[in-house]
């Protein structure tokens, strides 16, 4: 049974750091590429980084520079480092992972507080 579990959401002020991880398994996690979307309210889902299964990462613009995501291939985890937060970044965020399918966790929230 595959499950993503994502925890380290809350609320933080404006500016603040947070750290959010997602436990992986039922799945070989080493060969997936492994990522983070977020949801606001009334807004589309959006990637907001992304580790392949060698390593390289790919953030969106609005987060470049202020957020970081690594994977522990050992552990099955996957990892999103967020500085310098801002109210933007409110949202529903969600672990992911792709190789020919995809699965989804179910989700925790941040709420950054102006």
């Known amino acids: 049974q595959v499950q993503l579990v994502e925890s380290g959401g809350g609320l933080v002020q404006n500016g603040g750091s947070l750290r959010l991880s997602c436990a992986a398994s039922g799945f070989l996690f080493s060969i997936y590429a492994m990522g983070w979307y977020r949801q606001a309210p009334g807004k589309q889902r959006e990637l907001v980084a992304l580790?392949?299964?060698?390593?390289?990462?790919n953030y969106a613009a609005s987060v470049e520079g202020r957020f970081t995501i690594s994977r522990d291939n050992a552990k099955s985890t996957v990892s999103l480092q967020m500085n310098s937060l801002k109210p933007d970044d409110t949202s529903v965020y969600y672990c992911?992972?792709?190789?020919?399918?995809?699965?989804w966790g179910q989700g925790t929230q941040v709420t950054v507080s102006s």
């Open positions: 992911y992972a792709k190789r020919v399918g995809e699965y």
């Open positions: 580790v392949t299964k060698d390593g390289s990462t």
